[in-house]
């Protein structure tokens, strides 16, 4: 092989090769892992209203290692991620030695079970929020069906000024809902859009106004069924004793007089029969049905 020049020219040239790839590499290696390219500045980008400075002063001197080429981009997403409140994250390099962070927050629309949020998405999250929202329940994996249903169901109640606060979807799928005026609507699982517009064509002339009203089923085919709540219905009160029907009236014998023949040991007295216990007239909070107004 040693005398063979082609052989020896090639080998040569293989071993420059190799010699000038381990060069350039390590040149490379020492330049990009060295302090000459710094990150100097975490650019946050997007509508935030609950993502703080201090969160991402955190996240950039605990996670974020590493200079401009080094930084494990990954890492640093899935850290922004795990914030309360944080939907989505992307993140760039911009030259030179900008980190530019792009953070899509939840936009909470109600509360969802015990715990829970839930956005305008219908995706369920965790964070605390201290506003005013109204509250979702329903089956796991129904919160999108729950928030569309939410949509519909008030585009139809805000023709009367009115407002869902409390929406459950039951595992059957039946709908219940309770308004900002504290009445609850039953309205089931079949045949719910022309269940509310029967509801909206009462509204005005049986339920406007009337802060009695309890609740209002609308699982009827023709009609609804309106109950009282249990504080608007009539105390218990107590009937006069009366006989069971067939029963022969109960008389109170005459009082004896002395030595007109009483036993011996008797006092004269008549004793006065027991007196039958009255009878309450009770009303079950919610059971009766006050009204049907037929449609």
Known sequence: MWDK????????????????????????YLLVNSRAFPLRQIKV?????HISRDQVHYISKNVMQGNFF???IDETRHA??????????SIRRRWPGVLVVSIEEHQAL????????VNTRGEVFEANSEDELPQFNGPEGSS???VAAYRKFSSVLGSKQLQAVKLELSPRRAWRMQLSNGMQVLVGRDDVDDRLKRFIGIYDRALAGRNTIGVVDLRYSNGVAIRLPASALPADAEAKPANKPGSKPVSKPAASKPGNGSKPG????AVPNKPAKPAALTTRPGRPVINRQQV
Do not use: H, I
């Open 110 to 117: 109600a509360r969802w079970g015990e715990a829970s949020l």
């Open 266 to 269: 008797s006092t004269g007295q």
């Open 144 to 146: 999108q069906d729950v």
């Open 80 to 89: 922004f991620e795990k914030l309360p409140w944080v939907r989505q994250v």
């Open 45 to 49: 980008e997007g509508q935030l209203s």
């Open 5 to 28: 020049p082609q052989v020896l020219n090639a080998l040569a040239n293989l071993l420059y090769g190799l010699f000038a790839a381990a060069v350039l590499y390590s040149g490379v």
């Open 70 to 72: 080094t930084l494990d």
